[in-house]
């Protein structure tokens, strides 16, 4: 395994300390999570290493899944399956049947280059800890809101909230903006660029996240100023009606 080529985000590796800093406190109580868009694998490896007490199950769309592994197969970590397929557009996520079994996507993983054997040492070990962790208690993603479309927002947070039960944490970082205005310059150009290369991308309302987030069943529990100029979002699943 070439570990030089593995997928990378200098971003990651500029926010994945100051994220922990949260997370080790957010979800000392966590026992499985999910994460939505996980991108280079880079937060997946480092928060799974740091937080060995966590299942860390990672995912992405169709497209970006497979590069994902790449990083998280060359990691090894007995607390770090392969990540699964999810695009928070897809009917089931939205239906609440996306299944958070490990064998469900057998599929994907046989499209992967791993050898036989890796893959079935692999596969037993990582359903042994999902088996251990139970079902999911916690959903992270970061940076993933700005870049799908409007409406691939609102399904994100309504199907995390048929996933997610009675007080479960639900973690987003990003740039948000505030009464209609970016929080800096450098958020603004951001958005522009953004923009430019996908017109449906753009940093998102923090007002409006809220109100989705609300209409999914969460409370916002709070808004933490992190570096660059972005946040870090917890909302807590409320008691289903
Ligand atoms: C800028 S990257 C962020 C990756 C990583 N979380 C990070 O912080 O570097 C945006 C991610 O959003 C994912 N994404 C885009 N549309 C999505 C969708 N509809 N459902 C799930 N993930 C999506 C992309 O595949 C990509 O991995």
Known sequence: ???????????????????????????AASR??????????????????ELPHLRWQSSDIPTNVTTLNRRLDAASLGNLPTAMVLDVN???????TWKTDYDAQQGV??????????????????ALIAEKAGEFDAVFSANSLHIMSAGSVTNFFLGAGKLLKLDDKLIVYGPFNYGGEFTSSSNAKFDQWLKQRNPQSGIRDFESVTSIADVAGFDLQSDNEMPANNRLLVWTKRASD
């Open 1 to 27: 395994m070439n570990l030089e080529n593995l997928p990378f985000s200098q971003s990651c590796e500029n926010n994945k300390q100051p994220i922990l800093d949260r997370l080790t406190e957010l979800l």
């Open 32 to 49: 499985h999570v999910l994460e939505i868009a996980g991108g280079t694998g880079q937060h997946a490896e480092f928060f799974a290493t």
């Open 90 to 96: 897809q009917k089931e996520w939205l239906l609440g």
């Open 109 to 126: 993983q046989n499209q992967q280059a791993l050898s036989l054997l890796e893959r079935a040492s692999h596969h037993a070990k990582a």
